[in-house]
């Protein structure tokens, strides 16, 4: 059986193409409330949907299909980066934090291996947000992560120093 839920999955990962994604309801909501919680803190510039430019580095090492680009549903910066007088289709610095809410068509290891192209380029933390089940887990490094859930009170980032109320995220 756990073969056919392999083959499956490996299936499903391999016609994934994040062109493609369709944001569910819950992954909107989701979405919006972290990036409102995270818009609060002066600290950071909040950049949801920003496109990578991971030109710098070949994404097929971590299994990945896409070429040149990666886009994170969230993008954490310091506060010192913002607008531009002449706007990039793709951002060439990379985040603090990469945030990843789980859509329907994504599989986790399709994730997972984009964690893994985020961190070997210097993103600090990364969070893999899976509205279905209210759970957030945080990794500071590849295989490292902590994961949150609504039994818990706050959602936290000991390498990015946030802390927030899961409640205020997963409150359906």
């Known amino acids: ?45 909040v950049m949801p949907e920003l496109s ?17 680009e990666l886009k994170a549903d969230i993008c954490l910066y310091p506060n010192s980066v913002g607008g531009r007088a002449r706007d990039l289709l793709r951002m060439p610095d990379m985040p603090l934090l990469a945030i990843e809410v789980i859509s ?4 986790i ?3 997972l291996a984009k964690f893994d192209a985020y961190f070997a380029l210097g993103v600090k933390s990364c969070w893999l947000v899976m509205p279905e089940i209210k759970t957030i887990t945080v990794y500071s490094q590849p295989d490292k992560f902590n994961n949150f859930d609504c039994n818990d009170t706050e959602v936290v980032d000991d390498v990015m120093d946030i802390r927030l109320p899961i409640s205020q995220i997963f409150n359906w």
């Open 109 to 111: 290891r399709v994730i």
């Open 1 to 45: 059986m756990s073969e056919v839920i392999d083959i499956e999955e490996e299936i499903l990962e391999d016609e994934y193409d994040e062109a493609d994604e369709i944001g569910s309801v819950n992954h909107s909501v989701a979405q919006g409330r972290i990036s409102g919680l995270l818009f609060n803190d002066g600290r950071f510039t």
């Open 52 to 68: 990578l430019d991971m030109s710098q580095i070949e994404l097929s090492q971590f299994g990945l299909k896409a070429k040149n």
């Open 104 to 107: 329907h068509e994504q599989g």
